[in-house]
């Protein structure tokens, strides 16, 4: 067990030793990573802004469904019973005349007139239902449910209703988040296979680089992962440190931002939040980065000697 643990450090240093002598080579294979990181990174902080940016708006969005004067409790409830049971509904709100009113006057607290008339006509407001959907997506269900002939008859002409406005602005941030999803994803793709192919022929230039270094270690009787170990190593620490660089890059960017610009948002991106965020999961994204440059790195770096050192190892 000694000897294994004294055979890996041998294996570790050799890898730093040969990731500082090609460190010149190194550059652009640890250039295109960190574009690869950065890539991974600003899509998942993006995604998480716009899914709180959704769920803000969807908070404030309801689906209000008023009541003819004739309806009674018993059918009230009923429908109120119904649609707690609709898979897209979050929360259901009933509101009779009197609640209806006294929500009607506090909104328009500051306009006495409607009040006045509101108060001198006996109670126009009718008996409101309040519905908040899960999914806006899917608003549309709900809908379909409340205009049934059956829940139809017991609302008054243009029920229900919501506000188209906040609608269009989250069908425009979920169809940003989709596009961005699927570009993040294009991005990362395309960029972990560059990073990929300039390791493997970073590797396959050190190899032959060591060429006359490598011959002598195998006819000493130096095992396969002995000499395909620090070249293991190398690749490993171009993405640790590709990880950091991007990490890094990222935390400057906000920082300008925010600071430097004075922006509290950049078109649909909240870069508040996406600060908050990036501070709050700092160790979270760290760890990740550093383990996606890791497998993008060994795992080039494991082919490529697989490849380049078949014949010299066996």
């Known amino acids: ?21 090609n460190a010149s080579l190194a550059i652009a294979a640890m250039a295109v990573m960190v574009v690869t990181l950065t890539i991974v990174l600003f899509s998942i902080i993006a995604n998480a802004t716009f899914s709180n940016t959704i769920a803000q708006i969807t908070d404030k969005i309801d689906v209000s469904v008023f ?52 108060t001198v006509s006996g109670n126009p407001i009718p008996a409101t239902i309040r519905v908040k959907p899960k999914d806006l997506n899917k608003i549309e269900d709900v809908r379909t449910f409340l205009t049934t002939k059956e829940n139809a008859a017991l609302q008054t002409e243009g029920s229900p209703s919501y506000s188209g406005e906040r609608k269009k602005a989250i069908d425009n941030i ?23 192919l300039i390791i493997f022929n970073t590797i ?28 293991v190593v190398e690749s490993i620490l171009y993405g640790v440190l590709s990880a950091i660089l991007s990490l890094l890059l990222i935390n400057s960017v906000f920082v300008a931002a925010s ?22 999961h700092f160790w979270v994204l760290l760890l990740m980065q550093i383990f996606v440059g890791m497998l993008i790195g060994a795992a080039s770096s494991v082919i490529a000697t697989q490849r380049y050192l078949k014949f010299k190892t066996k």
């Open 259 to 280: 600071s430097a610009l004075q922006a509290s948002s950049l078109g649909l991106l909240d870069i508040s939040y996406a600060n908050r965020y990036f501070d709050q």
């Open 174 to 196: 979920t169809h940003a988040t989709n596009i961005l999803r699927r570009v993040g994803v294009i991005a990362v793709v395309v960029f972990a296979v560059i990073s990929a």
């Open 1 to 21: 067990m000694k000897r294994k643990f004294i055979t890996l450090g041998r294996i570790i240093h050799a890898g730093f030793l040969s990731f500082i002598r």
């Open 67 to 118: 009541l003819k004067d004739e309806v009674n409790e018993a059918q009230a409830q009923k429908l109120v019973s119904e649609l707690k049971k609709q898979p897209n509904i979050a929360s259901v709100t009933y509101l009779d005349k009197e609640d209806a009113l006294a929500a009607y006057a506090k909104q328009n607290a500051g306009n006495q007139s409607l009040l006045t008339a509101a």
């Open 204 to 231: 396959q230039m050190a190899i032959f680089n060591r060429r006359d270094e490598i011959q002598i270690e195998r006819l000493l009787g130096a095992g396969t992962w002995f000499i395909r170990g620090p070249f």
